[in-house]
């Protein structure tokens, strides 16, 4: 378990991790891997325009990292996804590439990071006032995931979570009740989940669902509503219904509840981190914490 986002920094710093930066020539990027790099956090591997790599990294003081050069943008994520299918590298992170052209090589059939699972966000938030770290998905990716599309955003989840230490997180299916009601679909996907982690379909983890936000939270409001939970006040991992909830509910965190929180990609075989140009350092730094945790280097 960790607590905040110092903790988790703190941890990914003792594992080294090689990262391998597509279209490196983005100065806020080279700054947040050059803090990781000094953290003893990451090996960084630097795909891109050589000559802009080197001047922005002479400008920043960053010494420590290997440059492949390219000549486009769509090379440089061709590359680098090369460089993390082989092996080289465990993470892959965008720079100043546009979102599409990096997912498309990351998507590619032949020369790709496909596993045949649905890509997913997990988004990680540190809330005052709250114990540990929350694990959220799907708040980024898919709009309105179906069973089996939850199905696999939970296994991407788990399956990371596993490689971070985890060993059987507590997991809220969240809907807007307890009841199952078939006009509700939430509700029963949250009954279908529980019932696949119960068969093993779905790696190990304690889930409750359908299961609302207050009693997800709060032990008092289980007892109130006379629910035995095993979860409550408690959870770890907010499974989402849909992408309108993850957004709202994450955006209101951050912005009245002066949260902190980081984001990377599941579903390929290695953690991506897509990014925003508009992502504080820290935020940055978090990611790639993140991401570093979360891949299998077996």
């Avoid at 803090?35 to 420590?64: N, P, Q």
């Avoid at 009740?177 to 029963?188: A, Q």
């Avoid at 965190?253 to 991506?272: D, E, R």
């Avoid at 940055?284 to 993140?290: E, G, Q, V």
Wanted: charged share 25%; with cysteine.
């Amino acid at each position: 378990m960790f607590e905040n986002f110092h903790d988790l920094v703190k941890e990914a710093s003792r594992r080294k991790t090689t990262i391998c930066v597509a279209a490196a020539e983005d100065q806020a990027v080279l700054e947040a891997v050059k803090l990781a790099s000094e953290l003893g956090m990451v090996k960084a591997i630097l795909v891109g325009e050589s000559s802009r790599i080197e001047k922005i990294t002479e400008d920043i003081g960053f010494v420590d990292y290997e440059i492949i050069h390219c000549e486009s943008p769509e090379e440089s994520v061709a590359k680098a996804v090369k460089a993390v299918r082989d092996g080289r590298a465990h993470v892959l992170m965008k720079g100043l590439v546009n979102t599409s052209t990096y997912l498309r090589g990351i998507l590619n059939r032949g020369q790709g990071l496909r596993t045949g699972r649905l890509l997913s966000m997990m988004a990680v938030y540190e809330l005052p006032g709250y114990h540990k770290l929350i694990y959220a998905t799907d708040s980024g990716v898919n709009v309105a995931p179906n069973l089996e599309q939850k199905k696999e955003i939970l296994t991407n989840t788990l399956l990371a979570m596993n490689a971070m230490g985890f060993e059987k997180p507590k997991v809220a299916a969240l809907t807007a009740n307890e009841n199952v009601d078939p006009k509700v679909s939430s509700t029963v996907d949250a009954e279908g989940l529980v019932d696949m982690v119960e068969n093993g379909e779905i790696p190990p983890c304690v889930i409750e669902g359908p299961i609302a936000f207050d009693v997800a939270f709060s032990k008092e409001a289980a007892v109130h509503k006379g629910i035995d939970s095993k979860i409550a006040g408690d959870l770890d991992v907010l499974l989402f219904p849909n992408i309108e909830t993850g957004n709202a509910l994450g955006k209101s965190w951050l912005h009245f509840n002066n949260a902190k929180w980081a984001g990377i990609v599941l579903g390929a075989t290695h953690p991506i981190i897509l990014g925003s140009r508009s992502d504080t350092p820290e935020i940055k730094l978090n990611s790639i914490a993140l991401g570093c945790l979360s891949a299998n280097k077996a």
